[in-house]
C-alpha cells in the first residue's frame, strides 16, 4: 500500500516548490539575463497564490477547502503553461499582446518611440530551456502532476 505523507506535509511540499519555482524564475530573470515574456510572468502568479495558500494549510491542514483552493489554482496555472506550450510549439495561435510584430508603422513618431524601447519578448520564443525542455512545458507537466497528487491526498484522506 503506498502511503501518502498527511496534508500538512503535503502543504509543506506544496509550499517547498512554490518557493523553489519562483526563486529559479527570478534566478533565470535577473541573474542569467533571460527576460520573460508577458505568458512567464503570468505562471508565476499561481506559484505566488500557492505560497500564500500553503500557509494558510499549514495551520488549518484539517480544512478541504485549502486543499480545493490548492487544486483550482494548480488547475489554473495548467491552463496558462499549458496555452504558453501551445504558442511556442505553433499548436496554438499567439494573440497580438504576446508578439512584438505588432508595430505601427504608419506613424513615424510612435515608430521612433518604438523602436527606442526594448521590445517586448515573443511568447512563442522560448529563451532558457533545460535539458531542450521549455520552461513552459516543465511548468504545465508540475502543475498537471501537483493538481492529480492533490485530488490523490483529497480523496485518500476521505476515504480512511
Given at each position: 500500500?503506498?502511503?501518502?505523507?498527511?496534508?500538512?506535509?503535503?502543504?509543506?511540499?506544496?509550499?517547498?516548490?512554490?518557493l523553489?519555482?519562483?526563486?529559479?524564475a527570478?534566478?533565470?530573470?535577473?541573474?542569467?539575463?533571460?527576460?520573460p515574456?508577458?505568458l512567464?510572468?503570468?505562471q508565476r502568479?499561481?506559484?505566488?497564490?500557492?505560497?500564500?495558500?500553503s500557509?494558510?494549510?499549514?495551520n488549518?491542514?484539517?480544512?478541504d477547502?485549502?486543499?480545493?483552493?490548492?487544486?483550482?489554482?494548480?488547475?489554473?496555472?495548467?491552463i496558462?503553461s499549458?496555452?504558453?506550450?501551445g504558442?511556442?510549439?505553433?499548436?496554438?495561435?499567439e494573440?497580438?499582446?504576446?508578439?512584438n510584430?505588432?508595430?505601427?508603422?504608419?506613424n513615424?513618431s510612435?515608430l521612433?518611440?518604438?523602436?527606442n524601447k526594448?521590445?517586448?519578448i515573443?511568447?512563442?520564443?522560448?529563451?532558457f530551456?533545460?535539458?531542450?525542455?521549455?520552461?513552459a512545458a516543465?511548468?504545465?507537466?508540475?502543475?498537471?502532476?501537483?493538481?492529480?497528487?492533490?485530488?490523490r491526498?483529497?480523496?485518500?484522506e476521505?476515504?480512511?
Amino acid at each position: 500500500m503506498v502511503q501518502f505523507p498527511n496534508r500538512k506535509n503535503f502543504y509543506l511540499v506544496i509550499l517547498f516548490i512554490s518557493l523553489i519555482s519562483i526563486i529559479s524564475a527570478l534566478y533565470i530573470e535577473y541573474i542569467l539575463q533571460y527576460e520573460p515574456c508577458k505568458l512567464c510572468n503570468y505562471q508565476r502568479l499561481p506559484y505566488i497564490a500557492a505560497i500564500f495558500v500553503s500557509f494558510i494549510g499549514l495551520n488549518y491542514s484539517g480544512n478541504d477547502k485549502i486543499l480545493i483552493i490548492i487544486i483550482m489554482i494548480f488547475a489554473i496555472s495548467s491552463i496558462i503553461s499549458g496555452y504558453h506550450f501551445g504558442i511556442e510549439n505553433n499548436l496554438i495561435e499567439e494573440t497580438s499582446s504576446c508578439s512584438n510584430n505588432s508595430l505601427d508603422i504608419s506613424n513615424k513618431s510612435k515608430l521612433l518611440e518604438t523602436l527606442n524601447k526594448s521590445m517586448p519578448i515573443d511568447c512563442k520564443d522560448a529563451t532558457f530551456k533545460i535539458f531542450g525542455v521549455s520552461l513552459a512545458a516543465i511548468n504545465t507537466i508540475l502543475s498537471i502532476l501537483i493538481v492529480i497528487f492533490s485530488i490523490r491526498t483529497l480523496t485518500y484522506e476521505k476515504n480512511q
